[in-house]
């Protein structure tokens, strides 16, 4: 396994990160909870350079769900406060990088305090051509697709398109991801193997990468490691590849 190398000419386009366990890594140290969000937030940037460097286009990562809200309001408080704290200091370095962030999810939960953030951290990078890092935050599949489904219907009773009109390529423009191309490869961090409402739509066709690894201490060699076990995969989209025909 060490000696295999990435092959540069099959990388993933978009991969999509489900980054969980920042609690059992804090409890393994006996650290608040809290310590495991804050370390695995500086992750993202690592992992998000990395990706860059090996010529991934777009990495989305599920930093909040629409089920986390269930959670301790402490902690819930403690993660709308982390892209603020991060933001203030690292602005000068999203500025400077060519990394282009966008946000996914609902904006009319989250404090309005967050909510300027995100804007902001959108419109300064939005002429970035590098990476997309698409963050996804008080996310929810279930709740992506009712919007998408609900904004399609607005639209027939305005009279604005017809009923036939709707295919798969206006329903995908009316998801969150709108511009993204489909999910290649989908990271599950941390044991648990379940997609908890997770881009559903996006990885119709995507590959499953599951480690054991807490997120906190995914770093570049388990990235390569996901990416080589994504290169011996046979992906045949429902058809034949040209050697099995
Ligand atoms: C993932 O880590 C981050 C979020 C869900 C916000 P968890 O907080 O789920 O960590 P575990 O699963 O409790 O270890
Ligand atoms: C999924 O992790 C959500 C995020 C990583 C943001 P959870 O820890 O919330 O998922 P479950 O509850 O174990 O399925
Ligand atoms: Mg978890």
């Not at 991934?56 to 406060?81: A, G, H």
């Not at 690292?90 to 500025?95: A, D, N, Q």
């Not at 996804?136 to 027939?156: M, R, W």
């Amino acid at each position: 396994m060490s000696n295999i190398v990435i092959d540069m000419n099959n990388i993933p386009k978009h991969i999509a990160l489900i980054l969980d366990g920042n609690g059992r890594w804090a409890k393994k140290r006996m650290l608040p909870r809290n310590l495991g969000h804050r370390k695995g937030a500086f992750n993202i940037a690592d992992i998000a350079k990395e990706a860059s460097a090996l010529g991934i286009k777009v990495m989305s990562c599920y930093c909040f769900s629409t089920e986390n809200w269930n959670r301790p309001k402490q902690e819930v408080d403690y993660l709308m406060q982390v892209p603020i704290k991060y933001f203030k200091r690292y602005k000068e370095k999203i500025e400077n990088s060519d990394i282009k962030v966008i946000f996914s999810g609902r904006r009319d939960r989250v404090p309005s305090n967050l909510l300027t953030t995100m804007e902001e951290i959108e419109k300064i990078t939005s002429n970035h051509e590098g990476l997309i890092l698409n963050l996804c935050f008080d996310y929810g599949s279930h709740d992506e697709i009712i919007n998408a489904a609900k904004k399609l219907a607005i639209a027939v009773k305005n009279g604005e398109i017809s009923v036939d009109q709707i295919d798969e390529k206006m329903f995908e423009k009316n998801l969150y991801t709108k511009d993204l191309p489909p999910v290649d490869l989908l990271i599950r961090t941390s044991g648990e193997e379940r997609i908890s409402n997770y881009l559903l739509w996006q990885i119709a066709y995507a590959e499953f990468y599951f480690t054991p690894v807490l997120w906190p201490d995914f770093d570049a060699k388990e990235l390569e490691k996901a990416i080589i076990s994504y290169q011996g995969r046979t992906r045949r989209f429902g058809g034949l590849k040209e050697e099995e025909k």
